[in-house]
């Protein structure tokens, strides 16, 4: 190629690059002036200006995912359901919140103060029948947790009874409260025994003992039946054994009480207090005197800053102490030993009541339902060393459930719950006359 051709194409070059400039510097122009006709338009015409039908439809959202979907309608759900949503959460979270406290107090250990050298120094006084399932079991279980246990004995029958069960901290405390002289006695000596330094073993430091509280459980096996079939005899023996003798050691042991800031612990079955039902006189008589002096006795106490807690205990399942018992017994006088009249107004009624409680397990010692005994040693542990514990605590199978029904619940509705119907006296009163006529017949034949 000459140098004439080569500067021919360079001067073509620079014209096209001129070119493409120009070219260029329009489109841009035109840009702008149709970017600014547009946005004029858009200012001046309605946003809504063509018909429905002219519009271009709007593009399709993508898909979404299963889980997404479920969740949007979950979230649409709550939208619309926002009062439901609340006490739904409501209920969940104070359940969850409930049962979890409980699963933690059922399951954390529970064991008493030591003393400094490792010895026992806590001492908890259980006045019940050493017999009795119910103060055996509390004993035993104070025992395994650490306390000093000692049980009230009124002669030596009982003390040989404590005896029996082999545990060096499970003691009798000899106390008859029929003889004053001697209760004052047991007492100077049980109050210079927590007084008194010990020593553990061999090389340890002395350590004094510590009242830590008195368990009252007065006998739970009640008679039962129609007023008039119980004789005075009975009434003045129950009253005698489970309300004068409770009083009377809760006075006997009111000083040491008072000096140790010790609580007091009145266990007594609720199930039948709380219904009330009949012919079952003696028990709701006995409970209500007791809880009257319970009640009484926290008022005072509690001037002193002394706890008096009240256990409403429900049914229990005891196999493992003794026999599957409960609590409430309907354990009394048979019907064919009451007298004719008693038995025909009465006799009907209490056996239809006996059945329906022993199907529902409520006054039955046949019965296997029933609450745990642990469920009660937790709790007596609970109220024995908390530092402000309940007034009442409600243990046991039907506690809470029947007290709620007993306060609420119209009498004569619980009446047809345990099959107590009415009795018409004619119907009662006609095979009477009718024997009375045949028994006088035979007299004037025999004449």
């Known amino acids: 190629m000459t140098s004439d051709d080569q500067h021919f194409l360079d001067v073509l070059a620079e014209y096209s690059s001129d070119i493409r400039h120009f070219t260029g510097n329009i489109w841009d122009a035109s840009d702008r002036h149709f970017a600014s006709v547009a946005s004029y338009i858009k200012r001046s015409v309605p946003e809504n200006w063509l018909p429905e039908y002219a519009r271009p439809a709007p593009p399709s959202p993508p898909p979404l995912p299963a889980s997404a979907t479920y969740v949007h309608r979950l979230q649409d759900w709550v939208s619309r359901n926002r009062a439901l949503t609340a006490a739904i959460a409501a209920f969940f979270g104070t359940g969850g919140y409930l049962l979890m406290r409980e699963r933690r107090k059922h399951t954390r250990k529970r064991r008493a103060r030591r003393a400094s050298n490792g010895a026992r120094r806590e001492v908890i006084v259980v006045a019940g029948p050493p017999c009795s399932p119910m103060t055996k079991s509390i004993s035993l279980d104070l025992e395994r947790r650490g306390f000093i246990v000692y049980i009230?004995?009124?002669?030596?029958?009982?003390?040989?009874?404590?005896h029996g069960e082999s545990r060096v901290d499970v003691r009798p405390?000899?106390?008859?409260?029929?003889?004053?002289?001697?209760?004052q006695e047991a007492m100077e000596r049980f109050n210079n025994l927590l007084l008194r330094?010990?020593?553990?073993?061999?090389?340890?430091?002395?350590?004094?003992?510590?009242?830590?509280?008195?368990?009252?459980?007065?006998?739970?096996?009640?008679?039962?039946?129609?007023?008039?079939?119980?004789?005075?005899?009975?009434?003045?023996?129950?009253?005698?054994?489970?309300?004068?003798?409770?009083?009377?050691?809760?006075?006997?042991?009111?000083p040491t009480i008072c000096e140790f800031k010790a609580r007091v612990l009145m266990l007594t079955p609720s199930i039948v207090a709380s219904l009330r039902p009949p012919f079952h006189s003696v028990e709701t008589?006995?409970?209500?005197?007791?809880?009257?002096?319970?009640?009484?006795?926290?008022?005072?106490?509690?001037?002193?800053?002394?706890?008096?807690?009240?256990?409403?205990?429900?049914?229990?399942?005891?196999?493992?102490?003794?026999?599957?018992?409960?609590?409430q017994s309907i354990a009394g006088p048979k019907t064919n030993l009451w007298p004719t009249t008693a038995r025909a107004l009465y006799a009907a009624n209490y056996v239809n009541q006996s059945r329906v409680a022993r199907s529902r397990g409520l006054f039955s010692q046949s019965s296997s339902t029933g609450s745990s005994l642990r469920e009660l040693h937790n709790a007596v542990f609970d109220a024995l060393t908390q530092k402000h514990p309940r007034r009442v605590w409600r243990v046991g199978r039907g506690s809470v459930t029947y007290d709620i029904v007993g306060n609420w619940v119209p009498g004569g509705l619980v009446g047809m719950m345990l099959g107590i119907q009415r009795v018409s006296l004619n119907e009662v009163a006609a095979p009477q006359l009718e024997d009375s006529v045949q028994s006088w017949e035979k007299v004037e034949t025999t004449v």
Not at 305 to 313: P, R, W
Request: charged share 15%; hydrophobic share 45%; proline share 5%.
């Open 152 to 162: 009230v004995c009124s002669d030596v029958e009982e003390e040989q009874q404590v």
């Open 173 to 183: 405390l000899h106390l008859d409260v029929s003889n004053v002289l001697g209760t």
């Open 197 to 254: 330094p010990h020593i553990a073993f061999s090389g340890a430091s002395p350590h004094n003992l510590h009242f830590g509280g008195l368990v009252l459980v007065p006998d739970l096996v009640f008679p039962s039946g129609p007023i008039e079939t119980i004789a005075p005899e009975l009434w003045s023996d129950a009253l005698n054994a489970k309300v004068l003798n409770t009083v009377a050691v809760a006075q006997a042991f009111l």
């Open 285 to 327: 008589t006995i409970v209500s005197a007791l809880e009257g002096f319970t009640a009484s006795l926290r008022g005072e106490l509690g001037t002193l800053g002394i706890d008096v807690c009240q256990f409403k205990l429900g049914t229990f399942d005891c196999s493992s102490v003794g026999g599957k018992q409960h609590l």
